[in-house]
Every structure is written in structure tokens, then in C-alpha cells.
């Protein structure tokens, strides 16, 4: 039997968290086309007839701006660090740049053994390939090279058997049942987030995050009652997210209510307030509540 740790690494919006959910058939980490969706780490455990796997998804690293980046990169580093065998996933429908250059050189220094996954081969001809392969050889050892694409899981099997002929010899690490580290809180907070992350632009996919107040348990054939707030940054953000005649609140509330109530398996009564909390990427406390985890 194989078991152990495998992190998820690699720039915003290359597919690490498209790939945890694919691998482990559950919706565990929130998508979407806006860089630095992940904020925190995110493990899910999966089980093979020849082993168990913990999958780590990581926040993409980027240069960081505010104290809640900082974290994020640091929750990425650490993770690298503290795994059996890494994984960069890479975009290669964009070009490369100087944050892949700063990642790799990460790669480089640390002992961990490393499979280069090259996502999205969906978007690109299969000629345009092989240069990538080539550039990322001559610049570190990986253990493998896998082309795959995330999102119609074009070789994400083969990915999977690797990283099982990788990992050390062991008994599993959790039982077989055991899913995620994260609790029903951070997964309702996410849920409402990620309508916040389809709907809004510019810079309110950044300036924004959500609290769970409460959830309070449905009784007999009653609804659960969930209490969150959308943080803000500035007054000038709260008409956004509230839209013209609350239209956007309206709309965040009702997508969210639905996965939710898909995730817990009950009806859900949503009550979602707006918030300005200025400089809340900043608060140490706001993150520590928010569970980006810092040092
Ligand atoms: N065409 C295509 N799109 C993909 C693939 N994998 C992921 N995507 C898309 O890429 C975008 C980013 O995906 P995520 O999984 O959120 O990326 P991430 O690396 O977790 O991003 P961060 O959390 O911001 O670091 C989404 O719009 C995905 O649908 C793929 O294999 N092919
Ligand atoms: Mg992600």
C-alpha cells in the first residue's frame, strides 16, 4: 500500500483547484476564471485500491499586496515544504512569465520530488506542446511530465497512477470515509464567495469575502437559517453588491441558496448582508476568522 501528501502548487487560475475536485469527484474548492480564488489550504483525501492520496490545493503564488496575500503564499510555500510529492500545475494556454520563473526557482530549492502537470491542453494544438515539455526539462528534473486537461479530465487517470508509483510505502493516513480538513462553515462560506466571484468585476472579486454569522440547525421539516455578511472595503463598493433595488444581493443570494442547499441537503433560508470593513485584508483578526491561516 502507497500513502501520503500531495500538494497542488502553481500561479492564480492554472487549474489546481479544477484538478482537486476532478480527482477526488466532489466540489471540495470553489473555481473561477478570476485569479487568486483559493485563499487557504484545502485537503481531500482520496482512496485507490493501492493506496490513499491527501490532496493539498494551495492559494496560486503571487507577488503580494496585502497581509492576506502574504498568508496565502505562505500557506503555498509551507505546503511545498511539507508534502511527499509536489505537483506545479501549469497553464500552458498562457505564456509563460516572470511568477513562473519565481515558482519554479521555489521547485528548485526544495528536495521534494516534483510532477509538472501542463493543464488545459483543451486550448492548445497538440504541436505547441512539445517546446513547453522541452523549456521545463532543461530547467528542473521533474519525476514526471503530464499533459492533462482539468476540466474534461484528459489524462488526469494516468496523473493519478503517478502519483501512486511516487508516494512512499505506508498504510493510509486517515480512514477510509475521512474527506477534507475543512468544516460545513468554510464550505457555506465559500459557496456564498463564489457567487460573489461569478457576478461582480473589477476589483470586487479581491475586496471581497464572506463571514458565516450563524447556521442554525433546520428543526423537524423546517429550513436551515444561515446569517452571513459580504465584506466590503470602502462605502463606495456596498452599492455593487447590493445592485440597483438589491438586484445583485438578490441574485448572489438565490445561486448560493441553491448549491447550499444541494451541499447540506436541506431547504436553506439565506440571509446575506453587506459590510464595510475598510483595510480588512489587513486585519489579522478578519483573516484568522476567515481561516487564511498565517505563520
Ligand atoms: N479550458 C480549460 N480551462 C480550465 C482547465 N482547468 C481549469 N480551467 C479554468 O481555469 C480557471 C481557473 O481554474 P481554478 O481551478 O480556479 O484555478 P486555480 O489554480 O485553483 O486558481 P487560484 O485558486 O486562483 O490559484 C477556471 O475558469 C477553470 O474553469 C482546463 O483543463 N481547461
Ligand atoms: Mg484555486
Redesign the pocket.
Known amino acids: 500500500m502507497k500513502s501520503g501528501f500531495v500538494a497542488?502548487v502553481?500561479?492564480?487560475?492554472?487549474?489546481?483547484?479544477?484538478?482537486?475536485?476532478r480527482i477526488v469527484g466532489h466540489k471540495l474548492?470553489?473555481?473561477?476564471?478570476?485569479?487568486?480564488?483559493?485563499?487557504t489550504r484545502i485537503a481531500g483525501a482520496k482512496n485507490y485500491p493501492d493506496g490513499q492520496v491527501v490532496f493539498v490545493?494551495?492559494?496560486?503564488v503571487h507577488k503580494p499586496t496585502h497581509r492576506m496575500n502574504v498568508r496565502m503564499v505562505d500557506l503555498a510555500l509551507e505546503a511545498m515544504r511539507e508534502v511527499d510529492l509536489l505537483t506545479l500545475?501549469v497553464?500552458v494556454?498562457v505564456r509563460e512569465g516572470p511568477g513562473d520563473r519565481y515558482l519554479l526557482d521555489l521547485v528548485k530549492k526544495i528536495t521534494t520530488p516534483a510532477i509538472l502537470a501542463l493543464?488545459?491542453?483543451?486550448?492548445i494544438a497538440k504541436a505547441k506542446l512539445l517546446p513547453i515539455i522541452d523549456r521545463y526539462r532543461q530547467a528542473h528534473a521533474f519525476v514526471e511530465y503530464v499533459p492533462?486537461?482539468?476540466?474534461?479530465g484528459?489524462n488526469v487517470a494516468t496523473l493519478e497512477s503517478l502519483f501512486l508509483q511516487h508516494l512512499p510505502d505506508g498504510d493510509p493516513l486517515y480512514p477510509a470515509d475521512y474527506v477534507t480538513d475543512q468544516s460545513d462553515r468554510f464550505f457555506v462560506a465559500e459557496i456564498v464567495r463564489e457567487q460573489v466571484l461569478q457576478l461582480t468585476h473589477d476589483e470586487l472579486p479581491f475586496t471581497t469575502a464572506v463571514v458565516v454569522d450563524s447556521i442554525e440547525e433546520p428543526r423537524e421539516g423546517e429550513a436551515a437559517t444561515i446569517y452571513c455578511t459580504i465584506l466590503v472595503e470602502r462605502e463606495s463598493q456596498k452599492p455593487i453588491v447590493i445592485g440597483k433595488g438589491g438586484a445583485m444581493i438578490k441574485q448572489i443570494g438565490t445561486a448560493a441558496r441553491l448549491e447550499l442547499q444541494r451541499f447540506l441537503g436541506t431547504r436553506v433560508h439565506l440571509d446575506v448582508r453587506v459590510r464595510v470593513k475598510s483595510e480588512w485584508r489587513d486585519d489579522e483578526r478578519v483573516l484568522d476568522d476567515l481561516g487564511v491561516r498565517g505563520r
Not at 11 to 21: H, Y
Open positions: 497542488l502553481g500561479r492564480p487560475n492554472a487549474g489546481k483547484s479544477t484538478l482537486l475536485n474548492a470553489i473555481v473561477s476564471d478570476k485569479p487568486q480564488t483559493t485563499r490545493d494551495t492559494p496560486g500545475v497553464d494556454s493543464n488545459k491542453v483543451d486550448l492533462l486537461s482539468a476540466l474534461d484528459t
